[in-house]
């Protein structure tokens, strides 16, 4: 599987999140919560949302399923200017990304495991230390076989 390089330009993007890990995986909790309110979310651009991953530098080098990390539940808006209560602004910043175009289930994380333990050894790119996203369209349906999303990991030139 080969990815597209893209140059993503900064977003504005309006969610809520949850610090969590692998074994503590709290992502059902977070994106029932989200999904409850984000109607309330007046200036967004498009319906496509976003899950979000925000990692310690070093999360990759020493991996542990046990090690926290921040997961955002997000859609791109506009503007900050009508920010729904308990709701927080995430900006994300422009960068060079690896995306993936994944079909299946969610709960098959085969695809990450080719990502990071295949594709990026045998690339000429590294991790860069920015967040990671899966890009969820018209066609991701949760935990469906058929379900579509795009799969953004932050990358630089070795």
């Keep these: 599987m080969k990815p597209r390089i893209e140059k993503l330009s900064e977003k504005k993007l309006i969610g809520l999140h949850t610090t969590?890990?692998?074994?503590?995986?709290?992502?059902?909790?977070l994106w029932k919560s989200f999904m409850q309110?984000?109607?309330?979310?007046?200036?967004n651009v498009s319906n496509d949302l976003l899950s979000l991953q925000v990692y310690n530098p070093t999360h990759?080098?020493?991996?542990?399923?046990n090690t926290t990390f921040e997961k955002w539940a997000l859609t791109e808006v506009?503007?900050?200017?009508?920010?729904?209560n308990v709701m927080?602004?995430?900006?994300?910043?422009?960068?060079?990304?690896?995306?993936?175009?994944?079909?299946?289930?969610?709960?098959?994380?085969?695809?990450f495991q080719y990502i990071y333990g295949t594709w990026i050894p045998n690339s000429e790119y590294v991790l860069d230390d920015r967040p990671?996203?899966?890009?969820?369209?018209e066609n991701y349906k949760n935990n469906d076989p058929n379900s579509e999303e795009e799969i953004w990991i932050p990358i630089k030139p070795k």
Excluded: C, W
């Design 20 to 29: 969590m890990s692998l074994v503590n995986n709290k992502t059902g909790e």
């Design 37 to 43: 309110r984000r109607r309330e979310i007046t200036n």
């Design 60 to 65: 990759f080098q020493s991996f542990n399923p």
């Design 78 to 84: 506009s503007d900050f200017d009508s920010v729904p």
């Design 88 to 111: 927080e602004t995430f900006l994300l910043s422009d960068g060079l990304y690896a995306v993936f175009d994944h079909k299946g289930s969610g709960a098959d994380n085969s695809i």
């Design 132 to 137: 990671h996203f899966e890009l969820l369209g």
